[in-house]
Nanobody
Framework: QVQLVESGGGLVQPGGSLRLSCAAS????????MGWYRQAPGKQRELVAT???????NYADSVKGRVTISRDNAKNTVYLQMNSLKPEDTAVYYC?????????????WGQGTQVTVSS
């Protein structure tokens, strides 16, 4: 079937940077939108950024100017470059992709990767 595997999370000091990656694999015919979401303890999952297959991007107000989403369609991979990280960016980050495997497009989620911003 289809798998999304994230990598790149970890512990970083305030003001630091991290780059998250998410690779999709399996019986993929095409991928429409891809994105990153996050969930902090005690809070609901929220959108961080999305990118269409054509490269159009959308960002949450809380990360605009500090985060860049990009994708490599040949590798079925989406990236999230995060700069000037703040303690409030601490969360589990989840990759999402709308993937066509047959006649239908289905949303898939990765397992999540922890990002902790702390001194």
């Amino acid at each position: 079937q289809v798998q999304l595997v994230e990598s790149g999370g970890g512990l970083v000091q305030p003001g630091g940077s991290l780059r998250l990656s998410c690779a999709a694999s399996g019986s993929i015919r095409s991928i429409a939108a891809m994105g990153w979401y996050r969930q902090a303890p005690g809070k609901q999952r929220e959108l961080v950024a999305t990118i269409t297959s054509g490269g159009k991007t959308n960002y949450a107000d809380s990360v605009k100017g500090r985060v860049t989403i990009s994708r490599d369609n040949a590798k079925n991979t989406v990236y999230l470059q995060m700069n000037s990280l703040k303690p409030e960016d601490t969360a589990v980050y989840y990759c999402n992709a709308d993937i066509r495997t047959n006649a239908f497009i289905t949303p898939y989620w990765g397992q999540g990767t922890q990002v902790t911003v702390s001194s």
